[in-house]
């Protein structure tokens, strides 16, 4: 009895890392460790920060840590004012001299699922703003990327998406956002669960399935 269990649980853990989703969505999809950027107060960096919680940030030049006000053009304004579940209070905005830049995320440990909500400037009268959104192995490897374009309000004011990745295995060690001049708040990072936990939690699925099973047979 004990070994078939296991053997459905393996079959779901299996389905389960085979699964990947990229993330855009109004508010934030899953909970977890969140930086905020309300210990910082315009510090300008071009170089690499430790954020805490085993967050490190690089960028390249012109990066603001503790923004409190940023134009967006047509897409609104953001402000230090703002107060929601999504962000709050200070913020991480971009101004590449180039026109384009990245900002990154590396983990000490691997995540299961990272996100951030963030917004990006758009010229008057245009919707083809574009920023990429991407997820890093340990190695700096491309796991997933995809380009969002967020549109909001010209007379909005702390509007966005939050955007970003889950991955049942677990194997996200960066994350990165590229191109334009854009805004960050509220990085959430969700860890990868102890091994033990993720061993009861499919060995519960595991003994919900057998139950379901007697259930249609009585």
Do not use: C
Request: charged share 10%; proline share 3%; glycine share 12%.
């Amino acid at each position: 009895m004990t070994s078939k269990l296991f053997a459905a649980a393996a079959l779901v853990a299996a389905s389960l890392s085979a699964h990947a989703a990229s993330i855009t969505a109004p508010s934030a999809t899953f909970s977890g460790s969140v930086i905020t950027f309300n210990e910082y107060d315009g510090l300008v960096t071009a170089g690499t920060v430790d954020l805490g919680q085993g967050v490190t940030l690089s960028a390249t030049a012109n990066v603001v840590l503790g923004q409190d006000a940023f134009d967006l053009g047509d897409n609104g304004l953001w402000t230090g004012f703002a107060s929601s579940p999504d962000r709050d209070g200070h913020f991480l905005s971009t101004a590449f001299t180039a026109g384009s830049g990245v900002v990154s995320f590396t983990f000490a440990a691997p995540a299961r699922s990272v996100g951030a909500f963030v917004n990006q400037f758009q010229n008057v009268g245009q919707t083809n703003n574009s920023m990429l959104v991407v997820a890093y192995d340990q190695q700096g490897n491309v796991l997933e990327s995809f380009s969002v374009s967020p549109n909001t309000a010209f007379d909005g004011y702390d509007e966005g998406l939050f955007v970003g990745f889950t991955r049942a295995q677990g194997d996200i060690y960066g994350f990165g956002l590229v191109n334009g001049s854009f805004v960050v708040d509220n990085v959430t990072v969700a860890a990868v669960p102890e091994p033990a936990s993720t061993a009861l939690a499919l060995v519960g699925l595991g003994v919900a399935g057998l139950a379901a099973r007697r259930r249609r047979a009585a």
